[in-house]
């Protein structure tokens, strides 16, 4: 106990001077902000890192437009209560100006986020966006630094990192290239459960358990729940089956699966992150299984 | 005891970094199902499923794990440092795992900046036994030498592939003799020694029915026991770079992280830039009002009276108060040693960007002095001024404004720095002050 509470401090400590690096060294950042959890954590943390002053910074989310009802609502309640200016950047835009193309109606939204992101720093100047990913998520994230930098066309190039020396963040960049900034690079999904609980921040209701229509579907890395929506309606011959269940992470409603749950409590939470044995994204994510590579390819894209 | 061990991997392409690491989380049970289906559907195993004896050796290619991005899997090799993240009931780990080839000096380099334990691989198959006199790799001394340079705290040499040697004792004793002759004549940090097989487990979590003969811990209880001196930096004088100065209605704030000593509430403290002292009045830490404050924390502090700071200084301890140590004075003449990272060479006629602390000023190198062996762990006068990739020289720099340096195996923090190029944004060298 003592030892994660310490550890807790050492990562609150190491997330803080980070946001205020990226506050005085950039002249427009930005806090992308979903109303995740991960999102969640990085706005707390940046508030924290600033008080007694208000958030210096506004908020920015890129809404395909299919996200869950629940956490879109949570995500402007609380942008409101922190008194942040927050800037949404809608897919459907992008799509009405003919910069995204759908290859049919239903077609993820996901990998198309990217086009919306990057024409929304462009809109607002952005030099600097920090965001929530996490090293433990993902491996082609295990490589990226905590100042990671995007050329001007907003690419990610991994071969040509910078290299990350102690705490000394080089943020030089020209004109019309930018930064993505992850404090929490060095925290584990458990670190964030344990965080939440610590300081109590709030999350939206998807993430404890609740009664959802869902159909099993087999994928190569195992078995995922599908919600059945809208967007992703069961098809024939698909047993619908009613189930306890929970979101691990929240994402674009095309590509976010549950996991059965019955956790009522963050604390519950905890217990099930300890005993689990699918990482978080593995056991919710659909987009990260079309290939080896698909998250390296749209991060080089310019995804979060 | 620190909660959290960093420690880095230094080894050559091949000597078994990937597939210790997989092995350690393996077998800690950090490695989740899918994470291990993944790699067992990877279209770039390299080797077939290994067949063992018992079940538990029939694994992937555990390797593959940290080989995150699609160039390193098709060529089957390590580009870039890789994070993981191991937690036992005892400690913290993350692991930085360096690769190897190529920008090695580079890349451990970045790696061992933030660790406190290098571990380096020895791959006994790539030795000479037959020699009367049993010769490392230059690999393996250029990483040990890398790691002393970085002030690492500690080093374990893991001593692999013993399966491939038969296990035996005198291989692992040989190298043991070696490397103690080689860390003896260098002064290296304390060298502790591990034989193991990364790729069957032996001696990474649990003591290796294979060498009865070893009477240590493997290497995870090894990592969870280890004591840690703290840093030069924790017991000295309080020393903050100020990132930021925050102005509300209740007046001035003063942001930043400590990064040396310790520092309290009523305590006198002196600012690098002008000399002005002051007084804390107020301090905060993350965790809300505090009455003091040590290496680490993020911290936001009131002082009694008004005083012209701005990011980029330093507030240090008022050395008439403490009376430890003598001020930490400012400078523009700096002698150092630096590790050059960047395939764009060293230009005489230009000037650099030098961030230290907080700070960003220009600098101009003045002369290259010393150019370090690492392989040899030898220093001699530069005949040149050259300066390329992987090279590490001393030098004498000359900066725009006046900077607190203090020598780097003292104070990392105040001693470290980089330098970076104005025109490609380029971060080029890594600097430590002397
Ligand atoms: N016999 C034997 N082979 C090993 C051992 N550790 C690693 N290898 C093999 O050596 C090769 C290189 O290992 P890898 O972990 O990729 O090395 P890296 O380049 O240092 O990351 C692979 O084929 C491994 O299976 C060991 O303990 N014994």
């Known amino acids: 106990k003592k030892l994660d509470q310490q550890h807790l401090d050492h990562l609150e400590d190491e997330a803080i001077y980070i946001i205020r690096e990226v506050l005085a060294e950039f002249e427009r950042p930005a806090l992308l902000f979903s109303g995740g959890k991960d999102s969640l954590v990085v706005l707390h943390l940046a508030q924290k890192a600033f008080a007694p002053a208000p958030l210096p910074l506004p908020l920015l989310h890129v809404d395909t437009g299919h996200n869950f009802p629940e956490v879109i609502s949570f995500r402007d309640q609380v942008a409101q209560a922190a008194g942040a200016r927050l800037i949404v950047a809608h897919l459907d835009e992008s799509i009405a100006r003919g910069s995204i193309v759908l290859r049919h109606p239903l077609e993820s939204r996901n990998a198309h986020q990217s086009v919306r992101l990057l024409e929304a720093i462009a809109e607002n100047e952005f030099d600097a966006l920090l965001g929530g990913a996490r090293r433990d998520e993902e491996k082609a994230r295990a490589k990226e630094r905590i100042f990671s930098h995007r050329d001007s066309f907003g690419q990610w190039q991994p071969k040509a990192q910078r290299p990350e020396l102690w705490h000394l963040f080089n943020s030089k960049h020209a004109k019309g290239e930018h930064f993505r900034v992850f404090p929490i690079s060095n925290w584990t999904e458990m670190d964030v459960w344990q965080y939440i609980a610590r300081e109590g921040i709030a999350l939206p209701s998807i993430y404890l358990t609740h009664r959802r229509a869902v159909v099993r579907k087999n994928t190569s890395h195992g078995e995922l729940l599908q919600p059945v929506t809208e967007l992703t309606p069961a098809h024939a011959g698909d047993l619908i089956e009613q189930l306890n269940v929970r979101f691990r992470t929240v994402g674009d409603i095309s590509c976010t699966c549950p996991v059965l749950s019955n956790a009522t409590s963050i604390d519950d939470i905890i217990i099930e992150t300890g005993l689990t044995n699918l990482s978080e994204r593995g056991a919710t994510r659909m987009d990260d299984q079309t290939s080896e590579a698909a998250m390296e390819k749209r991060k080089k894209e310019g995804y979060f | ?434």
């Open chain 2, 1 to 434: 005891m620190s909660t959290v061990l960093r420690i880095t991997t230094a080894g050559s392409v091949d000597d078994g970094k990937s597939t210790l690491i997989g092995r350690l989380l393996y077998d800690s049970k950090a490695l989740l199902q899918d994470q291990l289906i993944a790699v067992a559907n990877s279209k770039s195993q390299r080797t077939a499923l290994v067949s063992g004896t018992d079940e538990d050796s029939a694994l992937p290619d555990l390797s593959l794990l940290t080989d995150g991005l699609e160039a390193e899997r098709e060529q089957g090799i390590t580009i870039d440092v890789a994070y993981r993240y191991l937690s036992t009931g005892q400690r913290k780990f993350i692991i930085a795992d360096s690769p190897g080839h190529e920008q090695y000096t580079r890349n451990m380099v970045t790696a061992a900046s933030n660790s406190d334990v290098a571990i380096v691989l020895i791959d006994v198959t790539k030795l000479d036994f037959a020699a009367t006199e049993l010769a490392l790799l230059p690999q393996t001394r250029r990483h040990a030498m890398v790691a002393s340079l970085l002030s690492l705290k500690h080093l374990i040499v893991a001593v692999n592939k013993m399966d491939a040697l038969g296990y035996q004792e005198s291989v692992f004793q040989r190298v043991q003799a070696a490397f103690a002759a080689f860390a003896a004549e260098n002064h290296l940090p304390p060298v502790s020694y591990i034989p193991i097989s990364a790729l069957r487990g032996d001696n990474i979590v649990a003591p290796s029915s294979n060498m009865p003969w070893y009477p240590g811990p493997a290497i995870l209880p090894f990592l969870e026991a280890l004591p840690l001196k703290p840093a030069p930096q924790q017991t000295s004088s309080f020393a903050l770079a100020v990132q930021t100065v925050l102005r509300t209605d209740a007046g001035r704030y003063y942001l930043g992280r400590v990064t040396g000593g310790s520092i309290a509430k009523g305590a006198a403290i002196t600012v690098s830039s002008n000399g002005e002292t002051a007084q804390i009045s107020a301090l905060f830490t993350a965790r809300g009002a505090s009455d003091s404050a040590e290496v680490g924390e993020s911290i936001r502090l009131q002082l009694d009276r008004e005083v012209d700071i701005s990011r980029g200084d330093w507030l240090l301890s008022n050395p008439s108060t403490s009376g430890k140590t003598p001020p930490i004075a400012s400078t523009r003449n700096i002698d150092a040693r630096l590790t050059w990272l960047s395939s764009t060479p060293y230009h005489p006629a230009r000037r650099y960007l030098l961030r230290h602390g907080t700070a960003w000023t220009q600098a101009q190198i003045q002369a290259v002095t010393q150019r370090f062996d690492v392989v040899a762990g030898r220093e001699s006068a530069s005949t040149d001024n050259h300066i390329k990739v992987n090279d590490i020289v001393r030098v004498r720099l000359a900066t725009q404004a006046a900077l607190p340096m203090v020598a780097y195996q003292e104070h990392s923090a105040l001693g470290a720095f980089i330098l970076v190029d104005p025109s490609t944004h380029e971060t080029l060298a890594a600097g430590m002050a002397l």
